[in-house]
């Protein structure tokens, strides 16, 4: 693919997604989130790949949805079209890890984004925020629900009726963000932790990642039966026997992703 809004780069096991619309902050608009849900799709198909970064640039991981392309919509439009849904959410059937890598602003669909992915590594300029409110709307792409499942219902409320931004330190403080980096870091401690969760069986990976989301979709007795399950299921690997068998021989395992 030859995308117009995204740069993209693979480093070995690693796909390295940039957020590529600078003069806009990044604002997401159709074309890029189509080519977003397109890149996503192949590199999750791709038996090469075993995890995605997704970035933006210094100074915006992404400043919302595109303002200009929503300004006109109208209710039948926006349902028509499935506003959000037909793109978007293309997000929740990837099942390889997706960091985001966030540094400057991630606001409104920007925001929301980053919390699709499966956790965020923040530089320490980042700033998050649901500011939709003061342009009349809600958030649309999960933010009402992404958000206060990360950090309480008393944060999620405080930021989506009063549009205030949180920096990265109170976002790791509030369990939004996994880690707080240096800015001029940010990439290179995102693809570093991106290299380490590829040095594990990509399907255990993957099963992990399937495990934790079921805790937010499913009650606790259904999501530890799920887990349970699949916990079950990996003892008829190859990787299984391969990583035992290394930790108590005192050497460094061999898996085969089988
Ligand atoms: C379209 C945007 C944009 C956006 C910035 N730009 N954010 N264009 N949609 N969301 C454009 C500006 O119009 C400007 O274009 C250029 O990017 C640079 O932005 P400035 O405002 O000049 O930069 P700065 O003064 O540094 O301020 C940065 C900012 C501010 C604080 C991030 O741009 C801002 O408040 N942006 C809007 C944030 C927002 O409300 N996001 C939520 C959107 S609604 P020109 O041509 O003038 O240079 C949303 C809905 C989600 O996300 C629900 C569905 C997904």
């Not at 003061?134 to 992404?146: K, L, V, W, Y």
């Amino acid at each position: 693919m030859n995308p117009e809004n995204l740069l993209l780069e693979v480093d070995g096991p690693v796909a390295l997604i940039r957020l590529h619309r600078p003069r806009q902050l990044n604002a997401l608009n159709d074309a890029l989130m189509d080519e977003l849900a397109q890149a996503l799709q192949q590199y999750d198909a791709d038996p090469a790949i075993g995890c995605v970064v997704l970035t933006g640039s210094d100074k915006a991981f992404a400043a919302g949805a595109d303002i200009s392309a929503m300004a006109t919509k109208d209710h039948m439009q926006a349902y028509g079209e499935d506003f959000i849904t037909r793109n978007w959410e293309r997000m929740r059937s990837v099942r390889k890890p997706v960091i985001a890598a966030v540094a400057g602003y991630a606001l409104g669909g920007g925001c929301e984004l980053a919390m699709m992915c499966d956790f965020i590594i923040a530089a320490d300029d980042a700033r998050f925020g649901q500011p939709e409110i003061r342009i009349g709307i809600i958030p649309g792409a999960g933010g009402t629900q992404r958000l206060p499942r990360a950090v309480g219902k008393s944060k999620a409320m405080d930021m989506v009726l009063t549009a205030r931004m949180m920096d990265a330190a109170e976002a790791e403080r509030a369990g939004l963000v996994s880690r707080v980096v240096p800015a001029a870091s940010l990439l290179q401690e995102a693809m570093e932790v991106a290299r380490t969760i590829c040095s594990f069986p990509r399907q255990t990976v993957m099963m992990a990642k399937e495990c934790v989301h079921r805790a937010f979709e499913t009650p606790l007795a259904d999501g530890l039966m799920f887990e349970r399950r699949l916990f079950h299921s990996l003892f008829g690997t190859h990787d299984q026997r391969e990583g035992m068998a290394a930790f108590l021989e005192k050497r460094q395992p061999h898996f085969e992703n089988r």
